[in-house]
């Protein structure tokens, strides 16, 4: 059972590149969510879906954007990589149902990507 | 007001004694409530969730949730070298959780 798979675990990019982290989970999760992680901090919300075709912005969303056109795939795109984009970016699912109990979020391994 | 808010710098517990963390939020409607803990270059993995007020207990571990006061803790008993990370509060409302920033815990053999 992989849960959620993150790609790739480690990038380097230069200012002004544009890449995709990948994220896939394969728990039928209905929610996803894309968090980075700055040294010493807590985790910040860029984006989040409910499910297929919808997404929505977090605390953080400038300078990327997602797209969500399957269940199980929630890429996350960067156009324009600046040094402040340097972080640890997290991919968490989860299973909401309507008038059920929020079910706990379960993370991918992480990408750590550096902007030089 | 921040969402969550865990307060406290690290901590160091001698082996075998009790670790106490808090956590307060600010969103009254909350309704659920979780701890993660994450090791030092690793993603944060679930330990206890904790919906209704009052105890939950698993193993070593204790959640206790006063929504009245809008808090949350953690109780870890017999801490162990093992338990030394930081430990993440994270409060469930409006489709998405907020994180508070984390308290390290550190175990003294």
């Known amino acids: 059972n992989a849960g959620v798979t993150q790609t790739p675990k480690f990038r380097i990019l230069k200012i002004g590149q544009s890449m995709t982290l990948q994220c896939t989970q394969d728990?039928?999760?209905?929610?996803m969510y894309w968090y980075r992680q700055d040294p010493g901090m807590g985790l910040k919300l860029i984006y989040y879906s409910v499910g297929a075709g919808i997404t929505d912005k977090g605390e953080v969303p400038n300078g990327y954007n997602v797209s969500r056109s399957t269940t199980e795939d929630f890429p996350l795109r960067l156009e324009l990589a600046a040094p402040s984009q340097t972080s640890v970016y997290f991919c968490a699912s989860s299973y909401s149902s309507q008038g059920g109990s929020n079910q706990p979020q379960h993370f991918g391994d992480g990408t750590r990507l550096s902007i030089l | 007001q921040k969402e969550v808010e865990q307060n406290s710098g690290p901590l160091s517990v001698p082996e075998g004694a009790i670790a106490s963390l808090n956590c307060t939020y600010s969103d009254r409607g909350s309704q659920s409530f979780f701890w993660y803990r994450q090791y030092s270059g690793k993603s944060p993995e679930l330990i206890m969730s904790?919906?209704?007020?009052g105890d939950k207990e698993d193993g070593r571990f204790t959640a206790q949730l006063n929504k009245a006061s809008q808090y949350v803790s953690l109780l870890i008993r017999d801490s162990q070298p093992s338990d030394s990370a930081t430990y993440l509060c994270?409060?469930?409302?409006?489709?998405?959780?907020?994180f508070g920033k984390g308290n390290q815990v550190v175990v003294i053999p």
């Open positions: 728990m039928n999760h209905n929610y």
């Open positions: 904790i919906y209704s007020n």
């Open positions: 994270a409060v469930k409302g409006n489709n998405r959780l907020a």
